[in-house]
């Protein structure tokens, strides 16, 4: 009976204890994510890296179109601890200054014209003719939504830009008009809608086509919004998209394409965020796997707000 006693005792404790260890392995501090489609597959390297260094901190990643997880701040009163745009002017039109103060320019990338081996002349296409491909009756192409996705108002500028490069009269008119069923929120949703044959071709960023081992055409720098140099080329597209309230509008100038990144103003955990910022953008951590995935670094480079940066990231950036 003493011996039955002593094993119930010695259970009922290891139970406790067992209850303990568990409670305390859950609490983990937990910083949130909202971060460009294009941005999956880096991020969810850079969270695996961090939270190696950093156990007791879980990393929660919600990946939309830039201008959607913009309004997710905005007009849905979401909390996140960091917001990473495809499109660095996103923070600046939607979020600052009302809803974040600063914002680091950190990543590049380019507009490609993405497909796979059974779509439709893929042995014809090239970066003379994939317009003329296009725009065939028996061809079906996919873009993003262009008020919801950086890539989506990016897709209507390189068609803007083509039009001028190729001297095709209407080509963005007739680029636009085609396939509208086939527009998704991001550009990322588009991928299922390739790899089942639905539709062969998809405005994508390069660097999604490559992390994702699809097939692509390199189009020239004059519309592949990759080139600073070609700044006055690009500022000949222009689109308006839907604006920070309902009925007004933004108009979207051509320009190079760069990424950014900011922690909102009421972000729940600012310290850590500011931690995982700081990872993301030192050379040899998440630049590093930012730049094997395609998106080459940008660090450091000119901020608007430089002086609203924290401190121990305007190493990051410059004022000039």
Known sequence: MKYLKSIVTFLFISLIFVSCSTKKNSEKQQ??????GSLSVPFKQIKTEYEKTNPKVEILLESAGSVKCARKITELNRECDLMAS?????????????????NIKFASNEMAIVYHKESKYANEINAHNWFEILLKDDVIFGRSDPNSDPCGYRAILTSQLSEYYYSYENLAEKIIAKNQEY?????????ALLESNTIDYIFLYRSVAEQHGLIFITLPDSINLNNPELADFYKKAKLDITGKQPGTKITKTGQAMVYGLTIPS????????????EFILSEHKGMEIMNKNGQASMIPSKSETYSSIPEKLKQFANSN
């Open 31 to 36: 910083l949130i994510v909202f971060h460009a």
């Open 86 to 102: 495809a499109d660095y002017t996103v923070i600046d039109e939607l979020l600052i200054p009302d809803f974040a103060s600063w």
């Open 183 to 191: 527009i998704r929120p991001k550009e990322v949703d588009l991928l």
């Open 266 to 277: 009421n972000a729940p955990n600012k310290v850590l965020a500011i931690d995982f910022v």
